[in-house]
């Protein structure tokens, strides 16, 4: 994993770091990317991957309405609202 | 006490008020709930109650949300977080009758092993200066260890419960995934994630499991199964309980006094009728490898809802979207989260899915696929819950895969989804020591019945930093 990598996937994860600190960065994930390359000792040509350990299907329930409209209650938590809507910068033009 | 109404429950809310006060130094807190606590306790004492656990002071994790109390996950990000509602077990446990006085300190967003990345400073483990509790949940082990509550909520991803307690010489379970609703909880990797009780023993962590699980509509990995009381087997004899060493478990490595104290438990659950029989997990050597691509893939998952949108942390004057995105998660996040996300997303893109999350998930299903053969040889798995006693603040070093080898022992149980308990069994060099009992899907009560015996017939679990309890 190159610098030029590490770039990529903090934009796809939408983080960014100082310059100083890109070098640590990058090592620290070499280093965790060779440690967790032993799972190629494993054989799984196979087998089935296991995404959770209950393989159950996930329950359905009947679609009707049990959440009241609390409003006001979510738009305290945000960082900038107004009466009625939760503000971000101007995204349109 | 309270039951025997020695004490009043305004004065059990007060001294454990008092408590705090005087163990400030262990940073276990992150917020407290002292006025509403005070207003429970009095109401209490006014009209009294027959609840199971009416008026025991509980410390809450600081990862369960609850209503109208600031819950921060440990993380700059949620410092300002207040939820308009409470995860099913705080729900749970409240029915019962228990008051939450305050919510823990712990890892930023469970991720960590000593506690040392939260942004609220580290938490101090009572047992000696300058000593890590373990983490994730670290202020509730250390509360805990402290006698400051006779129990506390964690949750267990990797090891979260387990490794903390037996740092800080207490008694904690990470129960079968789904036990416990998830709902409420702020979620780390949720196919691992596990809400559990921290307490002084076995018993007190029965009957906190009574009352935490239950099954939830609001949760679709909430398991729909039956409910034991969780006490019923505490005293049944263990004569005859097969035990499981992990042949592939390699005890050379570990300290020898910690090997020592490993071997004494065996011996002492021989003399109580246990038979030991060595079993092999072939793939066992493989969990933390697999751990570090499944957690990280899910969290960087997870982890995407906190974008300064909504709610948590917002950056300042930011210039667009994209800037308020980028700025509000960069500043938000600790380095351990950003490790994460980072090799989270790497994991997870184009061209190394299959070569990353795909194998993950297939040698997640070898180490499951392991334990169901060995269950079918024995009734519980007993392995040291870690490799050491709680060591120094800092001394793990900048390299961040020393810390993800204090999990080596416990990260197995979360990715086959059992059951699993630390119980303190020894002291070295002035430091508790905890093995692991792991159980079969469901079987809780055969590892608690396991720790009851041990805890009924030694006295580890009541040594305490301050001498041991009578």
Same mark, same amino acid.
Not at chain 2, 248 to 259: A, C, H, Q, R, T
């Given at each position: 994993m190159d610098k030029k990598t590490v770039r990529t996937i903090a934009h796809l994860s939408r983080l960014t770091f100082d310059e100083k600190n890109e070098e640590k960065i990058t090592n620290d994930l070499n280093n965790i990317i060779k440690f967790v390359d032993q799972l190629n000792d494993a054989e799984t040509s196979d087998i089935e991957p296991l995404t959770s350990p209950l393989e159950k299907v996930a329950r359905t329930r009947p679609d009707n309405v049990t959440a009241e409209n609390r409003k006001e209650a979510f738009l305290k938590n945000a960082p900038l609202s107004n009466e009625d809507y939760i503000l971000v910068p101007r995204v349109v033009e | 006490m309270l039951q025997k109404k020695e004490i009043s429950n305004k004065e059990m809310v007060e001294d454990t008020?008092?408590?705090i006060e005087s163990n400030k130094h262990l940073n276990a807190f992150v917020t407290l709930n002292k006025e509403v606590s005070l207003k429970k306790a009095e109401n209490l004492d006014n009209n009294p109650s027959n609840l199971p656990l009416a008026g025991i002071p509980i410390a809450q994790k600081d990862l369960f949300c609850t209503k109208d109390l600031r819950t921060t996950c440990g993380s700059n990000m949620l410092s300002n977080f207040i939820p308009p509602y409470s995860a099913t077990v705080i !729900?749970?446990? !409240?029915?019962? @009758?228990?008051?939450? #006085? @305050? /919510?823990t300190n712990m890892d930023e967003f469970a991720m960590g092993s000593s506690n040392e990345t939260s942004f609220f400073g580290n938490v101090e483990?009572?047992?000696g200066e300058g000593l890590v509790p373990g983490g994730s949940s670290g202020g509730s082990a250390s509360a805990v260890a =402290?006698? #400051?509550? =006779? =129990?506390a909520s964690g949750t267990d991803t990797g090891g979260s419960i387990r490794q903390p307690a037996s740092l800080c010489g207490i008694t904690g379970l990470k129960p079968t995934y789904g036990r416990i609703s998830r709902w409420g909880m702020i979620a780390f990797a949720s196919s691992l994630d596990q809400a559990g009780p921290m307490a002084r023993t076995a018993e007190d962590c029965a009957l906190m499991l009574n009352e935490m699980c239950s099954h939830d509509p609001k949760d679709t990995t909430s398991l729909d199964e039956n409910i034991p009381d969780f006490t019923q087997n505490l005293n049944s004899s263990i004569k005859g309980m097969k035990i499981g060493l992990v042949k592939?478990?390699?005890?050379? /490595?570990?300290?020898?006094?910690? +090997?020592k104290v490993f071997e004494e438990s065996k011996r002492h659950y021989e003399s109580l009728g246990a038979e030991f029989i060595e079993i092999s997990l072939p793939n066992i050597s493989l969990s933390v490898p697999t751990y570090y691509v499944v =957690?990280?893939?899910?969290?960087s998952s997870n982890l995407s809802r906190f974008d300064g949108v909504k709610f948590g942390r917002r950056c300042e004057n930011? /210039?667009?979207?994209?800037?308020?995105? +980028?700025?509000s998660r960069s500043e938000g996040f600790g380095d351990e989260v950003k490790r994460r996300i980072l090799i989270g997303s790497y994991v997870l893109s184009a061209g190394f899915y299959d070569a990353y999350y795909k194998k993950a998930q297939q040698v997640r299903r070898l180490i499951k696929n392991d334990f169901v053969s060995a269950f079918e040889k024995v009734d519980v798995i007993m392995s040291p819950t870690t490799r050491g006693t709680a060591f120094k603040a800092g001394s793990m070093g900048s390299d961040p895969i020393q810390m993800y080898l204090e999990d080596l022992f416990t990260i197995p149980a979360n990715l086959a989804g059992l059951p699993a308990m630390s119980v303190p069994n020894g002291i070295v060099d002035n430091k508790p020591v905890g093995m692991q009992l792991i159980g079969n899907f469901l079987e809780e009560? /055969? #590892?608690?019945?396991?720790?009851?015996?041990f805890q009924t017939s030694t006295d580890w679990h009541l040594k305490t930093p301050n001498g041991d309890i009578s």
């Open positions: - | 008020f008092t408590l !729900e749970n446990l !409240e029915s019962a @009758g228990c008051i939450s #006085i @305050g /919510k483990n009572p047992w =402290a006698g #400051i509550v =006779a =129990a592939e478990f390699d005890l050379s /490595k570990l300290d020898n006094d910690v +090997v =957690a990280p893939a899910e969290c930011p /210039k667009d979207l994209e800037d308020l995105y +980028v700025r009560s /055969k #590892i608690l019945q396991a720790a009851h015996s």
